[in-house]
């Protein structure tokens, strides 16, 4: 079993629909949470971290922490089709930095004009 | 300000063959990184650098070796090709709170 399971999708949504990703994993000292987007042929780039239980939102985007179910979200409002891209979740038990990061395959979305 | 940059963008090899993919960063980090991405497989990690001259291996290192003897560059050397290292390989380097990743090298060997 892997330690950090994505959905690989592919998923599909109207543009302006509210997306909803998701990661679950089994290691609980998985401390520090991560999600990149990843655009089609280019590298990760960082959208979002956050190392607590609860709600972070910036802008349009939603991450979500669950650690007493070892799940994490991440929501996107108002979506474009511009947010057509893959997104990786990733995790790790340093609490200040990225070192090892352990990532999910990613969730490849389309947003449909 | 280039950020991560890597080279080649593209390399065919044939099996045996060595080469070594280039990556550099001109933000003065002291934490790089190699990753290989699969489908299916998500982003695994090859190699690591805490530093010039320290360099650790990842969840994949065999067939890979690296060198960091500045705190700019970071190469990864293929020793000896294997179809099973075709991938898209990426260089990234750490802020305290973000991985910066460059575009990445797609690698085919037949």
């Known amino acids: 079993q892997k330690e950090v399971e994505q959905d690989p999708g592919p998923l599909s949504v109207p543009e302006g629909a509210i997306v909803s990703l998701n990661c679950t994993y089994s290691?609980?000292?998985?401390?520090?949470f991560m999600w990149y987007r990843q655009y089609s042929r280019k590298g990760p780039e960082l959208l979002m971290y956050?190392?607590?239980?609860g709600n972070k939102e910036d802008g349009r985007f939603t991450a979500q922490v669950d650690k007493s179910s070892k799940y994490i979200s991440l929501f996107i409002r108002d979506s474009q089709p511009s947010d057509s891209a893959t997104y990786l979740c990733?995790?790790?038990?340093?609490?200040?930095?990225?070192?090892?990061?352990?990532f999910g395959t990613g969730t490849r979305l389309t947003i449909i004009p | 300000n280039a950020g991560v940059t890597q080279t080649p963008k593209f390399q065919v090899l044939k099996t045996g063959q060595s080469m070594t993919l280039q990556c550099a960063q001109d933000?003065?980090?002291?934490?790089m990184s190699w990753y290989r991405q699969d489908p299916g497989m998500g982003l695994r990690l090859i190699h690591y650098?805490?530093?010039?001259?320290?360099?650790d291996q990842g969840e994949v290192p065999n067939g890979y070796n690296v060198s960091r003897s500045t705190t700019e560059d970071f190469p990864l050397r293929l020793l000896s090709a294997a179809p099973s290292q075709t991938s898209v390989y990426f260089c990234?380097?750490?802020?305290?709170?973000?991985?910066?990743f460059g575009p990445g090298t797609r690698l085919t060997v037949t």
């Open positions: 990234a380097s750490k802020s305290p709170y973000e991985q910066y």
């Open positions: 650098s805490v530093g010039a001259g320290i360099t």
């Open positions: 990733a995790m790790t038990p340093i609490n200040f930095g990225n070192e090892k990061l352990t």
């Open positions: 956050t190392y607590s239980s």
């Open positions: 933000m003065n980090h002291e934490y």
């Open positions: 290691n609980s000292a998985f401390q520090y």
